[in-house]
């Protein structure tokens, strides 16, 4: 299994971007799949996660920082899945890793997922 994330960059605060993350050797829509964020000298943290399809429709998490402002979204016939980031903050600079988990609950503990992508790298400048 192999997950490609890519789309990172640099924005301004108050922007927008979407990054992606592509799946080989495993179908998302049939696991759990999460974000994560790691900023420089912190460890990983939660940002989103979206369950597998069959459970409850495909229910979605997110991390009290991001709420209201990033969607996490899945592309079945593409078999990748989009975090779409609004209203950025410097706070949200970090590197972001995609991952999938063995269960098809969403969850908050990357110890719950057993693939990780290699990461895209996100600036938001002030």
């Known amino acids: 299994v192999q997950l490609q994330a890519c789309g990172g960059g640099l924005v301004q ?3 927008s971007l979407r990054i992606s993350c592509a799946a ?3 179908t998302f829509s049939d696991y759990a799949v999460g974000w994560f964020r790691q900023a420089p000298g912190k460890e990983r943290d939660f940002v989103a996660a979206l369950a597998a399809i069959t459970w409850s429709g495909g229910r979605t998490y997110y991390a009290d920082s991001v709420k209201g402002r990033f969607t996490i979204s899945r592309d079945n016939a593409k078999n990748t899945v989009y975090l779409q980031m ?5 706070e949200d600079t970090a590197v972001y890793y995609c991952a999938s988990s063995r269960s098809i609950t ?3 503990s990357l110890d719950a997922y057993d693939y990780w992508g290699q990461g895209t790298q996100l600036t938001v400048s002030s």
Do not use: D, E, Q
């Open 106 to 108: 969403g969850s908050r």
């Open 13 to 15: 605060a108050g922007g």
């Open 24 to 26: 080989s050797g495993r």
């Open 86 to 90: 609004n209203s950025l903050k410097p």
